[in-house]
């Protein structure tokens, strides 16, 4: 079974910037599809962004577009969500996610994906 933990949330300023890490084990991560999600209080988890097992191919959301970098390391079995230009509206826990599914409509829903991190907590202060 995939493991998937979670680093690098905490608190900044608006306009500052993060870098999470999503560290995985148990399977071959480079056969996994890789999404990031997220969830404030009171709302639906939802899509951030996504990576394609070769790293390929990236999809994100339209409200970080511009903002976050996916990436993945294979040899390293980590993917990461670099965000930039933070707002206070991204205040949330951060979730890592992996999937076997391929193509942006899986990627984008959270009900294609098997395994899940225990989540990270980001606040944006203004």
């Known amino acids: 079974q995939l493991q998937l933990l979670e680093s690098g949330g905490g608190l900044v300023q608006a306009g500052g910037s993060l870098r999470l890490t999503c560290a995985a084990s148990?399977?071959?991560?480079?056969?996994?599809?890789m999404g990031w999600f997220r969830q404030a209080p009171g709302k639906e988890r939802e899509f951030v962004a996504a990576?394609?097992?070769?790293?390929?191919?990236?999809y994100w959301a339209d409200s970080v577009k511009g903002r976050f970098t996916i990436s993945r390391d294979n040899a390293k079995n980590t993917v990461y969500l670099q965000m930039n230009s933070l707002k206070p509206e991204d205040t949330a826990v951060y979730y890592c996610?992996?999937?076997?599914?391929?193509?942006?409509?899986?990627?984008?829903?959270?009900?294609?994906?098997?395994?899940w991190g225990q989540g990270t907590q980001v606040t944006v202060s203004s």
């Open positions: 990576i394609t097992r070769s790293g390929g191919s990236t």
């Open positions: 996610a992996a999937t076997s599914y391929s193509g942006g409509a899986y990627l984008k829903d959270k009900r294609f994906y098997a395994y």
């Open positions: 148990g399977l071959t991560f480079s056969t996994y599809d």
